[in-house]
């Protein structure tokens, strides 16, 4: 018989981060280094060679669905097209590393009042990019940070009220809002409360957070 200990139990009254939930399409982008000849896999949508390095040293660029690695001929929103057409600006900026998002805007879910096919990639990690000037102007964004700070669950529905009656953060003007996400920094545990559909004390799921 194996010996199983009890799990170290997080405690509660610990920061939080509250971030608003988009209305999009889960994604990510992956930079994965490729070993010594190692070929490219079929699914990659492009192939960097890192050109700060002395010795020939490439990675291959990645882009998935919330279930799957897509391509641009098997795409997802148009998402793998976008990252292989800036592989290497995404490269430069994010490095290597799995990058959860949201891709949103023009014909995605609720759109948020972008149109000719706009479209934008907001990064899940608000702890890691907050101090990163990260390039708009390629359609690379972070989730809005909306409050930080010790877990509070008035905070949690204050925020819900400002963000329901001033509209969207990410895309100012735009009223109708999908709903918040509440990340426990402690437990490292993500939370979404949604205006759409929630259970009696406004909250939906729960999910262990181990991307970047």
């Known amino acids: 018989m194996e010996f199983q200990e009890w799990p170290s139990i997080s405690r509660l009254r610990r920061d939080m981060i509250i971030s608003e939930k988009i209305d999009g399409s889960n994604s990510a982008v992956v930079i994965a280094r490729l070993e010594d000849d190692e070929e ?9 060679k890192d050109e700060t390095q002395p010795f020939d040293t490439y990675y291959g660029v990645f882009a998935q669905s919330r279930k799957r690695f897509i391509t641009p001929q098997d795409d997802n929103f148009g998402f793998a097209k976008w990252v292989r057409d800036n592989a290497r600006n995404l490269f ?36 890691r990019w907050r101090d990163t000037e ?4 390629l359609g690379i964004y972070m989730v809005p940070e909306l409050y930080v700070g010790e877990f509070d669950t008035s905070m949690i529905e204050l925020q819900k009220l400002l963000l329901q009656t001033n509209g969207s953060t990410a895309s100012p003007g735009f009223m109708n809002p999908e709903g918040l996400v509440v990340f426990h920094t402690a437990s490292r545990v993500a939370f979404k409360t949604t205006f759409d559909e929630c259970d009696e004390y406004g ?8 991307g970047q």
């Not at 990260?134 to 102007?137: F, G, Q, T, V």
């Open 134 to 137: 990260l390039p708009h102007d």
């Open 92 to 127: 430069n900026v994010l490095g290597e590393g799995r990058h959860f998002g949201e891709w949103w805007g023009s014909g995605i879910q609720r759109g948020y009042g972008l149109s000719k096919g706009e479209k934008r990639f907001s990064l899940f990690n608000t702890v």
């Open 203 to 210: 909250f939906n799921g729960g999910k262990t957070w181990k």
């Open 40 to 48: 490219v896999p079929d699914f990659a949508v492009a192939e960097i």
